[in-house]
Nanobody, 122 residues
Framework: QVQLVESGGGLVQAGDSLRLSCVAS????????TGWFRQPPGKEREFVAA????????DYADAVKGRFTISRDNAKNTMYLQMNSLKLEDTAVYYC???????????????WGQGTQVTVSS
């Protein structure tokens, strides 16, 4: 079983930056691909970004390309999401995800964190 704990959410203004973190435990971190999903108010969860175990593969949703950067530090079992130029539509609960196969973490991850709220105000 994999445990994922997110941190770093909060209330910011449009145009600001925020960095989310996610610490994983329960399984060797280098065996996991990891990613982020989000759920805006009243909408379904959507893919945000993913990174493979060694960091060689990275993908972003079109809505965040050029503004968000996903990274991970395998020595710290931690993944990050640097969010710049935040927009009102980025308001959502952000979930850390993990799975073995990279294809799974992009589409239907097995493991989810509890979520952290990001609210962008005007």
């Amino acid at each position: 079983q994999v445990q994922l704990v997110e941190s770093g959410g909060g209330l910011v203004q449009a145009g600001d930056s925020l960095r989310l973190s996610c610490v994983a435990s329960g399984r060797p971190y280098t065996s996991l691909s990891t990613g982020w999903f989000r759920q805006p108010p009243g909408k379904e969860r959507e893919f945000v970004a993913a990174i493979s175990a060694a960091g060689g593969f990275i993908d972003y949703a079109d809505a965040v390309k050029g503004r968000f950067t996903i990274s991970r530090d395998n020595a710290k079992n931690t993944m990050y999401l640097q969010m710049n130029s935040l927009k009102l539509e980025d308001t959502a609960v952000y979930y850390c995800t993990a799975d073995g196969p990279y294809s799974a973490v992009r589409a239907s991850p097995n493991y989810w964190g509890q979520g952290t709220q990001v609210t962008v105000s005007s």
